[in-house]
């Protein structure tokens, strides 16, 4: 990938994922796959007026060593640096950056009961962190291709061609290829602002989603939902992209309102392994029997993680023919894959799909139906003739998504 | 290079370097060059027993950018997150490794004058710190290729080549690139102690250097010093190698114990810049003169950072004929080409190198004649035709070298 064009790309992330403001920290999560593009992203940071920039880099073959040598206590504690930075992201309105570009395989192999664990024992000591920080901060997921990634996802081509392939697929998904990709993306966050503002003034109390694959599940929204997409923003004001790539219009259903039955229509990536071809029953909001193809023991364990682990979290509309479905290209990982087609997610929802929240205590918004849970596990069950209609309280019906697409 | 001598490189480093304990923790200190081989590095610290293996990467590219944009204000303290590693490292008898692999040249253009100033504001938050570790815990510094540091030392051959050439550079002046590294060590060892056991017996008052270069010095010895090589043990008695390679037998002289002119041999690379054919002239022990054909000002800066910075630390012996010196590469890195020739430092002394030294405190054993300062920096004196004479108390003369090696 030239050069040019990936200046482009970190300026993208930083101005219009991060929006860094002047005299801000920022983080950046990284792996060591792309350190020349890591380092223009930092400098764009410096330029943007950030006063300070601190990568944290990981290697996952390290981690993966860390996961099967260190003992389940060792890894069910933070150490005490890694709860100093939480504290000092909490209190210092910093950005966070994650730049991925792991191996979906890379963690095959780990004992994942035993990560579970650990995840479980870590999980109140961050908690306190992750609510002070919830919508206080900008943050920004955004991707580079590692070399085991690119192979994955482009497994006929030499490692160096596989690299450049994947470049351009992820500068393709992200609106970052044309010759500026900061205008591109303010026109894509205006579509997103013209669809949410029509799909809130609905009034909708439920959505019925259909397939021929045998998906038939309705999913109770909040009475006070919001339905949001592209742009964020913080409670101070300050508008972000937390993904790019991003093509979904979502909000928080109801934890507790989902009756029927869902099918996968991809597979999906969980914490290094692959789970494929499976379906989810919900009675009474929560999954009561998961089946899978392959991975069901992994995906049985993700919803039981904890209570909220088994209830939805996100409901996302995407049309079945986006550009990342259209690619062809199966990226194997969320952050794309999921703005292939709909999507649901068990786990944790979003406060900010509540209208009023920033008055709420998380106990409140949680009471009002926000789920709540350690884990927020995106998977795919958009299929081309996917049908979603909209029900009033009144039980008027509004079509919503037809034959996969938006029906409006 | 292949795999199979790496591993073994990383076996020595593990288990004669750093001779970790079972149960230890061990900090790795790594750049992003051979991110496979600290991998390695990780996986034999934990087979050989580590409990917890943390590797802090860096990049210089990203460090440098560092130090351009931040302020100096900002780089005048610790982060309260490096503040807990130091506070755990200090605490916990961890292992600390440092693999080398920066470009020489990598913060040329850097103010070295902010930087000077942020060592300075830092230093204090940091020495409690080291001054807690010293001699409890047992630390290693070895080195792996940087493509830009192998390009600086190889420079007529293409990247890939001289990333290779660099790894047979490293491996030889290592000793790792035999059958059995970890018993030609022994070997090593056994040499030093023997060389050690002489010169300590012959109870020395001062060293003489001279040299056709116009070297003329006197050092002055401690009366309880002593010369050390090779292995170090901590207080609690667990051997290690704190350096791969090391050539050197060493003592601390006495501060302000050193009379006349001194030539360096060999240009000296700090803070990411050369200085180069220099001279450093004493009068009572201190640095009262500096000359240089290059970074003349760099070279009086360095020697006026605190008190002690213009004081000698260290006198180390090394035959001018060394398998370094032999192999005609100059490294640019002080770790190889300290081992090249005999060599003095400024700056802080080692207590090791004072008997009796653990059941002092630090201000007895500076007032006893070790040389404190926030720096230690290495330069080489050594020439093919130096002679040093070791004086007795009693002004009887002993030749210790000549023409640039042992006379024992």
Redesign the interface.
């Known amino acids: 990938m030239r050069k040019a064009q990936l200046k482009k790309y970190a300026k993208l992330i930083v101005k219009t994922g991060l929006n860094v403001k002047k005299g801000q920290t920022v983080f950046v999560a990284a792996g060591?796959d792309q350190?020349?593009f890591?380092?223009m992203v930092?400098?764009e940071c410096?330029k943007a007026g950030?006063?300070?920039?601190?990568?944290e880099?990981?290697?996952q073959?390290?981690s993966k060593?860390?996961a099967?040598?260190?003992?389940l206590e060792?890894l069910s504690h933070l150490?005490?640096?890694?709860?100093?930075?939480w504290?000092?992201k909490a209190n210092n309105y910093s950005c966070r950056l994650f730049i991925e570009s792991s191996d979906p395989d890379g963690m095959n192999g780990v004992d994942q009961e035993k990560m579970s664990k650990a995840r479980q024992a870590t999980y109140p000591e961050i908690k306190p962190f992750r609510q002070q920080m919830e919508n206080r901060h900008q943050w920004c997921i955004a991707a580079v291709p590692g070399k085991a990634w690119a192979k994955k996802v482009f497994p006929s081509l030499s490692e160096s061609k596989a690299v450049e392939a994947m470049w351009q697929a992820i500068l393709h998904a992200s609106r970052a290829d044309s010759k500026n990709p900061i205008k591109a993306w303010k026109e894509h966050n205006s579509d997103f602002r013209a669809r949410c503002d029509y799909l809130n003034g609905l009034g909708l109390k439920y959505l019925e989603y259909k397939s021929a694959n045998g998906t038939d599940l309705t999913v109770e929204l909040l009475p006070d939902g919001v339905f949001t997409g592209g742009i964020e923003k913080t409670l101070k004001g300050r508008a972000f992209n937390p993904n790019i790539p991003t093509e979904e219009v979502f909000t928080s259903p109801k934890a507790g309102g989902a009756e029927g039955i869902v099918y996968s229509s991809k597979p999906l990536s969980y914490m290094g392994e692959l789970i494929d071809n499976f379906s989810l029953r919900f009675e009474n909001g929560k999954v009561v029997e998961v089946k899978a193809e392959q991975g069901e023991a992994l995906l049985q364990k993700m919803v039981s993680m904890d209570e909220g682990a088994g209830k939805l979290g996100e409901c996302a509309l995407i049309p079945y023919d986006s550009p990342i479905n259209q690619s062809g290209v199966l990226f194997y990982n969320t952050l794309f894959d999921e703005n292939a087609c709909c999507h649901f997610a068990v786990g944790h929802g979003f406060n900010e799909c509540l209208k009023g929240f920033e008055k709420m205590t998380d106990e409140e918004i949680k009471a009002r139906g926000i789920n709540d849970s350690m884990i927020h596990v995106d998977f795919m069950i958009g299929t081309a003739d996917m049908s979603i209609v909209g029900i009033k309280e009144n039980g008027e019906r509004v079509q919503i998504f037809k034959n996969g697409g938006w029906a409006f």
Chains 1, 2 share one sequence.
């Not at 950030?50 to 990568?55: K, L, P, Q, T």
């Not at 150490?79 to 930075?85: G, R, V, Y």
């Open positions: 060591l350190p020349d890591i380092t930092v400098e410096y950030a006063s300070e920039v601190f990568v880099w990981s290697h073959p390290v060593l860390n099967q040598y260190r003992t060792s150490t005490p640096w890694e709860k100093a930075k504290e000092f």
